[in-house]
């Protein structure tokens, strides 16, 4: 095999043959799906005459991500290799002393690999998986590697808090006596450790990631993400900011429609236009000052509206100068799409449409995760900086909210039960996370020059 470059994180994941169990545990882009093919290869190389399987959680991933990565390096390593797309993805590979043979399949489809024997198998985006799912197609498959002489189950993710990856390699590393088992080894590896990929990509995880993420996503640490306080990064005294509506301002309203709790959240944006400063300047973030990126400040709050018509109704009393000037537009819960739970023949959003304020956003919700994101992170972000803040004087109930929710232990989603989410939460992240959303985070990797089945 050709020489092939390594970093010190995939060189001691790659070269440990002898760990039965081995995870990389380890950032975004840090070169885990790079690794994650380099050992299939040598795996394979190791087992001659025997079967491996390659798994991530869907069958596109594999397609996208894992495939190209593994194609490419077989070209860079000069292996001679076969693909057959049909009835299910595999691929021959051809060494000096025989060839040995790689499927490709869906992790969470593990039922499917029931009949197999294996000389290796690993799990790419392991931890991405439903914990107990992830955990029973692991128990499944590393009873399928049986045979061969290298013999090896391997697993390759960025932590998603305490689950799969966690649990197994981390806490149950040790014996009930406490002495650690040496079945499994954790590799870890950090994005920063990762020289090759472009200057733009670690600033721009900072900027659209809050510390907690961070710590997980770009450190590789297990982080527990589903539990304590929502909007761990909110401060009511630093993300506070005393703004007021002035008259030429652009209203940007979030709002979520709640049978007797409807909500919304009026924010206007700011930030530097044509190299002026608009709006509030705040006084307690010098390097906000220095940034060119846009604020977003609440300043007013609607809560406990019966229903969306008496929602427009306190809207225009309160602002209807800006509703005459076109100055409102509303940022809707998707949902809204739907016919009014207190009005059967008309939909909440073409209530609003029909009072003349402007509605945008997404056709269908973000996922909450995302939502919940995009807040934390302009609360404050993996740089230091906060782009949000809240007149904690105009908004009362809203910033009481986000002090309070906090994850329900059972479900791992924000809590509901105590009406926090009515109180503008949701609502004003609607129009966050569509205006703020953080960007795409995939590396693409690019197939090089292979067309599938070409020998
Ligand atoms: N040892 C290496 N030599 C050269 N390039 C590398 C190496 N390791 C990783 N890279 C490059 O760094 C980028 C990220 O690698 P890779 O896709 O393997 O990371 P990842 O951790 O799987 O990323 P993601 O979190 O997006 O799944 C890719 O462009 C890859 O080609
Ligand atoms: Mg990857």
Same mark, same amino acid.
């Given at each position: 095999?050709?020489?092939?470059?390594?970093?010190?994180?995939?060189?001691?994941?790659?070269?440990?043959?002898?760990?039965?169990?081995?995870?990389?545990?380890?950032?975004?882009?840090?070169?885990?799906?790079?690794?994650?093919?380099?050992?299939?290869?040598?795996?394979?190389?190791?087992?001659?005459?025997?079967?491996?399987?390659?798994?991530?959680?869907?069958?596109?991933?594999?397609?996208?991500?894992?495939?190209?990565?593994?194609?490419?390096?077989?070209?860079?390593?000069?292996?001679?290799?076969?693909?057959?797309?049909?009835?299910?993805? #595999?691929?021959?590979?051809?060494?000096?002393?025989?060839?040995?043979?790689?499927?490709?399949?869906?992790? /969470?489809?593990?039922?499917?690999?029931?009949?197999?024997?294996?000389?290796?198998?690993?799990?790419?985006?392991?931890?991405?998986?439903?914990?107990?799912?992830?955990?029973?197609?692991?128990?499944?498959?590393?009873?399928?590697?049986?045979?061969?002489?290298?013999?090896?189950?391997?697993?390759?993710?960025?932590?998603?808090?305490?689950?799969?990856?966690?649990?197994?390699?981390?806490?149950?590393?040790?014996?009930?006596?406490?002495?650690?088992?040496?079945?499994?080894?954790?590799?870890?590896?950090?994005?920063?450790?990762?020289?090759?990929?472009?200057?733009?990509?670690?600033?721009?995880? #900072?900027?659209?990631?809050?510390?907690?993420?961070?710590?997980?996503?770009?450190?590789?640490?297990?982080?527990?993400?589903?539990?304590?306080?929502?909007?761990?990064?909110?401060?009511?005294?630093?993300?506070?900011?005393?703004?007021?509506?002035?008259?030429?301002?652009?209203?940007?309203?979030?709002?979520?429609?709640?049978?007797?709790?409807?909500?919304?959240?009026?924010?206007?944006?700011?930030?530097?236009?044509?190299?002026?400063?608009?709006?509030?300047?705040?006084?307690?973030?010098?390097?906000?000052?220095?940034?060119?990126? /846009?604020?977003?400040?609440?300043?007013?709050?609607?809560?406990?509206?019966?229903?969306?018509?008496?929602?427009?109704?306190?809207?225009?009393?309160?602002?209807?100068?800006?509703?005459?000037?076109?100055?409102?537009?509303?940022?809707?819960?998707?949902?809204?799409?739907?016919?009014?739970?207190?009005?059967?023949? /008309?939909?909440?959003?073409?209530?609003?449409?029909?009072?003349?304020?402007?509605?945008?956003?997404?056709?269908?919700?973000?996922?909450?995760?995302?939502?919940?994101?995009?807040?934390?992170?302009?609360?404050?972000?993996?740089?230091?900086?906060?782009?949000?803040?809240?007149?904690?004087?105009?908004?009362?109930?809203?910033? /009481?909210?986000?002090?309070?929710?906090?994850?329900?232990?059972?479900?791992?989603?924000?809590?509901?039960?105590?009406?926090?989410?009515?109180?503008?939460?949701?609502?004003?992240?609607?129009?966050?996370?569509?205006?703020?959303?953080?960007?795409?985070?995939?590396?693409?990797?690019?197939?090089?020059?292979?067309?599938?089945?070409?020998?």
């Amino acid at each position: 095999m050709k020489r092939i470059e390594l970093l010190a994180h995939q060189m001691e994941f790659c070269a440990d043959m002898s760990s039965p169990y081995i995870a990389m545990c380890a950032g975004f882009g840090s070169g885990k799906t790079r690794a994650f093919a380099i050992k299939h290869i040598l795996l394979a190389s190791r087992n001659v005459g025997y079967i491996g399987a390659a798994l991530t959680p869907t069958a596109a991933m594999a397609r996208d991500l894992v495939q190209p990565t593994l194609e490419e390096l077989l070209e860079l390593a000069g292996i001679d290799f076969k693909y057959r797309a049909s009835p299910l993805p #595999e691929y021959v590979l051809y060494f000096p002393n025989g060839k040995s043979k790689l499927l490709v399949r869906s992790f /969470e489809n593990w039922r499917r690999l029931r009949g197999l024997n294996l000389a290796w198998f690993g799990v790419d985006e392991a931890d991405t998986v439903n914990a107990d799912v992830a955990d029973a197609a692991w128990k499944t498959m590393i009873s399928r590697v049986r045979v061969g002489p290298v013999r090896q189950c391997f697993a390759t993710s960025t932590p998603e808090g305490f689950r799969w990856m966690w649990r197994t390699f981390e806490r149950d590393a040790r014996n009930p006596d406490g002495s650690p088992r040496t079945d499994r080894r954790l590799v870890r590896g950090r994005t920063y450790d990762n020289p090759f990929l472009p200057a733009s990509y670690i600033e721009s995880l #900072e900027q659209n990631y809050p510390p907690a993420l961070i710590k997980a996503y770009l450190e590789g640490q297990f982080v527990n993400l589903t539990s304590g306080q929502v909007y761990n990064a909110f401060d009511r005294k630093l993300n506070h900011c005393p703004s007021q509506l002035r008259l030429n301002d652009r209203l940007h309203i979030g709002v979520d429609f709640n049978v007797g709790a409807t909500s919304a959240i009026v924010h206007i944006v700011i930030g530097l236009d044509d190299g002026r400063w608009v709006g509030y300047r705040p006084q307690t973030n010098r390097e906000a000052l220095s940034t060119k990126w /846009e604020q977003a400040h609440a300043v007013a709050e609607f809560q406990g509206m019966t229903d969306t018509p008496a929602l427009i109704a306190a809207i225009k009393q309160r602002f209807g100068t800006y509703l005459t000037g076109r100055q409102i537009v509303c940022y809707p819960d998707a949902a809204g799409n739907h016919t009014d739970a207190t009005n059967a023949s /008309e939909s909440s959003l073409s209530l609003l449409r029909q009072a003349g304020l402007m509605v945008d956003g997404p056709s269908a919700n973000p996922l909450i995760k995302d939502r919940v994101t995009a807040m934390n992170a302009m609360f404050l972000n993996g740089q230091g900086i906060r782009r949000y803040y809240v007149n904690s004087q105009a908004c009362p109930l809203y910033v /009481e909210a986000l002090e309070q929710q906090a994850y329900d232990p059972k479900t791992g989603k924000p809590d509901k039960q105590n009406g926090h989410d009515n109180r503008g939460i949701d609502a004003a992240g609607y129009f966050i996370s569509y205006r703020y959303e953080a960007r795409e985070r995939k590396m693409h990797s690019v197939s090089l020059s292979l067309v599938h089945g070409r020998r």
